[in-house]
C-alpha cells in the first residue's frame, strides 16, 4: 500500500507498517519507534555521518556551510534509503533490519555490513520521497534539478527545476490523489539565505541566540 511508504511532510519523519522513523541530523543516527511495543531504539552507522568534502553547499548564488547527517528518509517495503544532507552518496539497508529491535537493543551499530552504498549523485539534497514504481525523488542544491532514479536503474534521470520556487526542498511526499493518480508534493524554503544572514550578524534567532 501506498500510505506505508508516504515520507511525511515533515523533516525527517518516515512511518510505515507501526514503526515511526526519526532521524538525528546531529548526532547521526537514526531512531525507531515501535507503537505496538511502545518501546524504541536507536541505530547508528558510518553512512550516516556527514562528509566533510560535501559539506559546503552553493544554492542560488549563497555559499553556505551545513554538516548535517543523516537526513532523508524512503522505504519501498523492503529496503530503507537514506543519505546525509553532507554526502553526495545514497545509501540503503534491509527494512527487517531497522525493525528489529534486538538487533540494536545492546549495540546502535550492529550489523555494519548490511548497510551499503547504492548510488551517487551531482551535489547533495535534502529531503526525498519514493512512489509506487520504486522512483525515488530529491532536488539537488547546484544546479537546482529535480532528480528521479530508480534502485534498478543507472542515476540519470535529472529534470531541470524553477530555482525561483524550488530552492531547499525540506519536506518531500507522495500523494495519492482520489482518482488514483500520484502527485509529488514539496515544501520548499530559502534556508541558505537565512544561514548567511545569520552568519553575517543580520538575523538572531532563539535557536542560535
Same mark, same amino acid.
Given at each position: ?42 541505530? %547508528? ?71 551499503? %552504498? ?39 534521470? %535529472? ?32 534556508? %541558505? ?17
Amino acid at each position: 500500500m501506498l500510505l506505508t511508504r508516504v515520507l511525511i511532510i515533515f523533516l525527517g519523519f518516515l512511518f510505515y507498517a507501526n514503526k515511526s522513523l526519526k532521524t538525528d541530523v546531529a548526532l547521526h543516527g537514526l531512531v525507531v519507534y515501535d507503537s505496538e511495543l511502545n518501546t524504541a531504539w536507536r541505530i %547508528q552507522n558510518r553512512f550516516m555521518y556527514p562528509n566533510p568534502e560535501n559539506g559546503v553547499h552553493s544554492l542560488a548564488g549563497e555559499l553556505f556551510t551545513l554538516m548535517d547527517g543523516i537526513f532523508g528518509l524512503a522505504s519501498d517495503d523492503e529496503q530503507l534509503y537514506f543519505h546525509p544532507l553532507a554526502s553526495v552518496h545514497e545509501y540503503a539497508v534491509p527494512l527487517s533490519v531497522v525493525s528489529n529491535r534486538t538487533i540494536f537493543e545492546n549495540n546502535s551499530g550492529a550489523m555494519p555490513l548490511a548497510f551499503r %552504498q547504492v548510488a551517487t549523485r551531482s551535489s547533495s539534497c535534502a529531503a526525498e520521497a519514493i512512489d509506487s514504481q520504486n522512483n525515488i525523488y530529491c532536488v539537488t542544491f547546484n544546479p537546482v534539478m529535480l532528480t528521479r532514479w530508480n534502485p534498478n536503474k543507472p542515476y540519470n534521470v %535529472q529534470m531541470p527545476a524553477d530555482p525561483q520556487l524550488l530552492e531547499f526542498v525540506s519536506g518531500m511526499k507522495v500523494y495519492k490523489t482520489h482518482t488514483g493518480n500520484e502527485e509529488l508534493w514539496m515544501m520548499s524554503n530559502r534556508y %541558505q539565505v537565512s544561514n548567511c544572514l545569520l552568519k553575517r550578524g543580520l538575523i538572531c534567532t532563539s535557536f542560535y541566540c
